[in-house]
């Protein structure tokens, strides 16, 4: 007795490919939940921003604007090479700046200033006021900058970003940086009127003045210094007149 054929069970032509793609098509389907989900889903949204400048927390106002633009990016899609170079190239005060994505929803910034050239302080606070090689205004800050120092009697309407407009505490700051150049190991100088106070080793002073030759002075001062026999028991280093006083 012959089978009726058409009572045979067939192999569907479709079955077989839904069978045989099965497992590439699940693995395309997932490749591609997971590019949406990385690059386009709330998952990894830019909520947090810590940022760090010269290890102290960020505070200009400039600054903070920029970052919060980026507040919702997501974070694959967040180009940090070019945020770099975007915020250094618009902020001379910044030479590096490193970025790190925390995933899922946090960036960190850790910035570094341009390189100090100068500073002032007032001498009852311990916050010092830093300067860049042309006297711009780089910024504040609470640990010594080691870097020629100023102490100044008043230190008001300085703007991040622009040289003192009052010439007496420009010119006071060029002083600074010039004798600090000329005798090594000083530790501060603080103009008074027309004198100036310079900060030793050893506890020791020199006393100068604005009104006579800076030249002739340094020189003095200079030829004190290398001499260690006279320097035993001085305290205080006078080169106003033609022959230094000790005391």
């Known amino acids: 007795m012959g089978l009726n054929k058409e009572f045979l069970p ?5 079955l077989v490919i839904t069978r045989d793609y099965l497992l590439p098509v699940l693995f395309i389907i997932f490749g591609l939940f997971l590019w949406w989900l990385s690059f386009f889903s709330p998952a990894f949204t830019l909520q947090n921003i810590i940022c760090q400048l010269d290890y102290e927390p960020c505070t200009g106002e400039n600054l903070l604007a920029e970052l919060a633009k980026y507040q919702g990016t997501n974070l694959f899609r967040l180009d940090g090479p070019a945020l770099s170079a975007r915020l250094t190239s618009a902020d001379f005060t910044l030479r590096q700046a490193e970025i790190r994505k925390i995933l899922p929803h946090t960036l960190a910034l850790s910035l570094q200033s341009v390189y100090p050239t100068v500073a002032a302080k007032l001498e009852t606070e311990a916050t010092w006021i830093i300067f860049d090689e042309q006297f711009r205004v780089i910024g504040t800050r609470t640990v010594d900058p080691n870097v020629p120092t100023l102490t100044a009697s008043s230190l008001t309407n300085l703007v991040v970003g622009s040289a003192p407009q009052d010439q007496t505490l420009l010119d006071a700051l060029k002083l600074t940086r010039a004798l600090s150049a000329a005798i090594p190991n000083i530790q501060g100088i603080k103009i008074v009127d027309s004198l100036i106070y310079l900060s030793l080793p ?12 800076q030249a002739t002075q340094i020189q003095s001062l ?14 205080t280093i006078d080169v106003r007149f033609s022959q230094p006083v000790l005391r």
């Open 10 to 14: 067939t192999r569907s032509r479709y």
């Open 202 to 213: 050893d506890y020791r002073q020199a006393i100068m003045s604005t009104e006579l030759p």
């Open 222 to 235: 200079q030829a004190v210094l290398a001499n260690a026999t006279i320097l035993s028991g001085i305290s």
